[in-house]
């Protein structure tokens, strides 16, 4: 019958530009599975939304009632980190599969053996676009800025430390800022005063705009080098040209030649009339993700469902060749892309090696 799944996402808030486009994403993934008979014998997925607001109160309860009330297999989501180290813990104690689609702080599978994320955390994909950002452009000396009061930030933050660090850059300056602040200037002035070869910056949607448009205002014209916040279409919109030469790590971009990402990008266009970013590719992997782990343990069965999406082969997805780790996070290719012209090409050609 109708197998009951929650999906989490801020469809409203500071984060719903990453939220809007995760849940077209899963909807399209379901149809696709209720469409094509994945799951068998007249079984279907029913999809249940709850929007957390980029609150984590909110996030709480989006999860409370999705587990107790609802009734749900597995959770996908929620959008936010934050919200994550929130509301993860109510599926944990219930024995429900959480899996995370764009959480990529450090310690979110630490939760539980339930929990579970197929969103590149920081630390698997900012030492590439470090490494690639430093031998491609010469980074010799960096300035550091970053959210201190949210835990995605704060990650992303001390792994460009570390990297940067390890690659003999020059760490000649480090900001911080709030969540919610809207005037960067006194942090970007002092940063551009030191004449770094580089800004490198941990923020979400909401800051980052911000923070390219005044440094940009402020005369800085070199390279602006960001975490998974600013992997959004709706920056490069909103900053225009001045989004040109910001650099960002992924994990996965629209360019890719892989035919079931050519497909996802298709379908997706045609079923929105807009191409998909990374958080609709992880999102609408996601869903397969659980729906094949659903299929593979034959069962509803909430434990069951676990082992199994556990235990998943290293299959072909949109994301790439993907598989878990033993800590039920993701191994699959990551890339660093540049902004030119509103949108995220690969920094490094298919014919060059990437780091």
């Not at 593979?296 to 082992?307: E, L, Q």
Request: some cysteine; aromatic content about 8%.
């Amino acid at each position: 019958g109708a197998i009951p799944v929650g999906a989490i996402f801020t469809i409203s808030g500071a984060a719903s530009v990453y939220g809007g486009s995760q849940q077209a994403a899963v909807q399209l993934a379901v149809d696709q599975i209720n469409d094509w008979g994945f799951l068998g014998d007249g079984n279907s997925i029913n999809i249940l939304f709850e929007d957390s607001a980029s609150e984590n109160e909110q996030a709480i309860a989006a999860m409370t009632k999705l587990v107790d009330e609802d009734q749900v297999v597995a959770v996908i989501g929620p959008t936010l980190s934050r919200e994550a180290f929130s509301a993860d813990p109510v599926a944990q104690d219930a024995g429900v599969v959480v899996l995370g689609v764009s959480n990529t702080a450090n310690g979110i599978t630490d939760m539980g053996d339930f929990v579970f994320r197929n969103s590149l955390p920081e630390a698997s994909v900012i030492p590439g676009t470090v490494a690639d950002s430093v031998s491609e452009l010469g980074i010799t000396s960096a300035g550091l800025l970053y959210g201190n009061d949210d835990d995605f930030t704060v990650s992303g933050y001390e792994v460009m430390l570390s990297e940067l660090s390890d690659a003999g850059v020059s760490i000649v300056g480090e900001e911080t800022f709030a969540a919610g602040d809207t005037d960067f200037n006194a942090q970007l002035t002092n940063l551009i005063g030191a004449n770094p070869d580089a800004i490198f910056v941990s923020a979400l949607a909401a800051e980052a705009t911000p923070i390219i448009q005044q440094a940009r205002s402020l005369g800085y014209t070199g390279p602006i080098v960001g975490g998974n916040g600013f992997n959004s279409p709706a920056v490069l919109s909103q900053t225009g040209e001045d989004s040109n030469g910001l650099i960002v790590g992924a994990a996965w971009n629209g360019s890719s030649t892989n035919p079931l990402s050519t497909a996802f990008v298709e379908a997706f266009s045609e079923a929105t009339g807009n191409p998909p970013d990374q958080f609709a590719a992880q999102a609408y992997t996601g869903a397969w993700l659980i729906a094949s782990a659903i299929r593979c343990a034959d069962s509803t069965d909430r434990a069951a469902i676990r082992d199994s999406l556990a235990s998943l082969p290293e299959i072909e997805t949109p994301l790439g060749l993907f598989t878990f780790d033993e800590d039920r996070n993701p191994v699959h290719p990551s890339i660093t892309q540049v902004a030119q012209d509103g949108v995220f090409l690969p920094l490094i050609s298919e014919e060059e090696p990437a780091s």
